[in-house]
């Protein structure tokens, strides 16, 4: 077997374990013995596991989340702002305007610590996988 079919089908076995969420079992066995100490595969396998749920749940690009949140905070701002001015003498709607700006960047803060959290997933995937290639194929 050629060195680049290797790779493709180590690829395609690392793309498979990370939809599925979980490392297969004879990975343990060949990454032990390629080097990986035994909380190195554990590392591996966790990393496997913790990130497939982070990166399920992602819905929207990052570029579309990202745009949406600015978006979302400037017209809180804007309404905020409309409380204050027009509805001064008004106290009970101006609260009530003011409660819904704080809902919505509530809602802002928390899409942006979602999409934090899939940075970060995104990452330690990229470095598992680069990882994952370097044990799992056999040397050449």
Not at 6 to 16: H, L, R
Request: aromatic fraction near 6%.
């Amino acid at each position: 077997m050629s060195t680049t079919s290797s790779s493709n089908v180590v690829d395609g076995e690392i793309e498979a374990a990370f939809a599925a969420g979980a490392m297969p079992p004879e990975w343990r066995r060949l990454l032990l013995a390629s080097g990986l100490n035994g909380n190195d595969v554990n590392v591996i396998a966790a990393s496997i596991a913790n990130t497939h749920l982070i990166i399920l749940r992602t819905t929207w690009s990052s570029t579309q989340k990202m745009a949406f949140i600015a978006l979302g905070v400037m017209g809180v701002l804007f309404l905020c702002l409309v409380a204050v001015v027009v509805f001064r003498e008004t106290m009970g709607l101006m609260v009530t305007l003011l409660a819904v700006g704080v809902f919505y960047v509530a809602m802002a803060l928390v899409a942006v610590s979602d999409e934090c959290k899939r940075r970060r997933a995104t990452e330690i995937r990229e470095v598992a996988r680069t990882v994952l290639r370097h044990y799992l194929l056999s040397p050449v």
